[in-house]
Nanobody, 121 residues
Framework: QVQLVESGGGLVQPGGSLRLSCAAS????????MAWYRQAPGKERELVAS???????NYADSVKGRFTISRDNAKNTVYLQLNSLKPEDTAVYHC???????????????WGQGTQVTVSS
């Protein structure tokens, strides 16, 4: 059983900052890619940022230069630093990880329950 638990969301004013965390726990052999997605009301879920186990990162154009993804492999945790927040960043942010539970298993997708980020004055 694998769980992803996010934390760090909240209400912030435009221009403000937040830091999201997502910790993976349970039967974990290895984690390849970890990522953050977001879904705003009435919109489809979109990729915000991703990071490989070696630290290679990828960002959506809308957040480049404002958001930073990082991970602590020893803690099976991924972070998302959100700076210069805009009202259009308001969404539920979901953590995603591609995890192998044993050395012989294939990797599977796991999702967290989501954390709300609201940017409003």
């Amino acid at each position: 059983q694998v769980q992803l638990v996010e934390s760090g969301g909240g209400l912030v004013q435009p221009g403000g900052s937040l830091r999201l965390s997502c910790a993976a726990s349970g039967s974990i052999f290895s984690i390849a890619v970890m990522a953050w997605y977001r879904q705003a009301p009435g919109k489809e879920r979109e990729l915000v940022a991703s990071i490989t186990s070696m630290g290679s990162t990828n960002y959506a154009d809308s957040v480049k230069g404002r958001f930073t993804i990082s991970r602590d492999n020893a803690k099976n945790t991924v972070y998302l630093q959100l700076n210069s927040l805009k009202p259009e960043d308001t969404a539920v942010y979901h953590c995603n990880a591609f995890i192998r539970t044993t050395w012989a298993s294939r990797a599977s997708d796991y999702w967290g329950q989501g954390t709300q980020v609201t940017v409003s004055s």
